[in-house]
């Protein structure tokens, strides 16, 4: 039960740093001197297991023209039926996003979101992995009208005993129903992030919902294809000025 539960922290870690509220990301950075703030909460169940958190803080800042700097404060659960569950901080993650393509007519913006994850929770609760992680993605996106699409690859870097490095290769595609208003679905697929994990293929449908210019209302909700996720889901507030 450990050994999977290792597993879904990490896939988890992945979502964290996820173009919210999916778990593929894009290349677009925040832009210059703006701030976004996301109040959150991102769930996994593996059969008799819950992973998340409850809630997490994310800041994300466009430090310069084209560059966003990014930080997660988590607080993280783990339960499993019939044992206590255990609640408290998480892994911290900081990252910076820079988009070294701009989009044009005919060509798509690409970008890089190198990630450090600091293993500043408590892996014996397992709320933490107890080792640092890094991820390595390339992101590409471009907008045709009403649409716009975006995905990519990453490679994580996982170190640990019965660990092993592992990938991710996501994409998604979203719709501006109304102005206020964008439905979008994703298909993502993750190696074995342990020894004697399993590969497994997930997806979601989400939506943002404009509240206001500053406020923001973000849901997504999928399973897994291939693998042993039951469900997994997204809920969070932004606040962007």
């Not at 173009?19 to 169940?45: K, R």
Request: charged share 15%; aromatic share 14%; with cysteine.
């Amino acid at each position: 039960m450990k050994k999977a539960a290792l597993l879904f922290l990490t896939i988890l870690s992945g979502g964290l740093i996820a173009g919210p509220p999916y778990d593929t990301d894009d290349p677009e950075p925040v832009a210059f001197h703006h701030w976004e703030f996301y109040l959150s909460s991102h769930l996994t169940n593996n059969l008799k297991q819950w992973e998340g958190t409850a809630p997490h803080l994310e800041m994300n800042y466009g430090v310069v023209p084209n560059v966003q700097i990014h930080f997660i404060a988590p607080l993280a659960f783990s339960a499993n039926q019939n044992e206590k569950t255990n609640y408290g901080y998480g892994d911290t993650e900081f990252g910076i996003k820079y988009r070294f393509v701009k989009e044009t007519a005919w060509c798509p913006q690409i970008g890089i979101f190198p990630i450090v994850e600091l293993p500043t929770g408590n892996p014996d609760k397992e709320l933490g992995s107890g080792k640092v992680q890094v991820y390595l993605p390339l992101w590409i996106q471009k907008s045709f009208g009403k649409w716009t699409t975006y995905g990519g690859a990453g490679y994580w870097i996982n170190p640990g005993t019965g660990n092993r490095n592992w990938q991710f290769f996501g994409w998604q595609v979203q719709y501006q129903v109304l102005e206020k208003l964008s439905l979008g679905t994703e298909l993502y697929h993750v190696t074995a992030s342990t020894m004697d994990g399993k590969n497994e293929t997930r997806f979601n449908f989400g939506t943002v919902i404009d509240l206001s210019e500053m406020s923001h209302l973000l849901i997504s909700v999928g399973s897994s294809i291939k693998g042993t996720t039951q469900a997994q889901g997204y809920i969070g507030y932004q606040l962007t000025f």
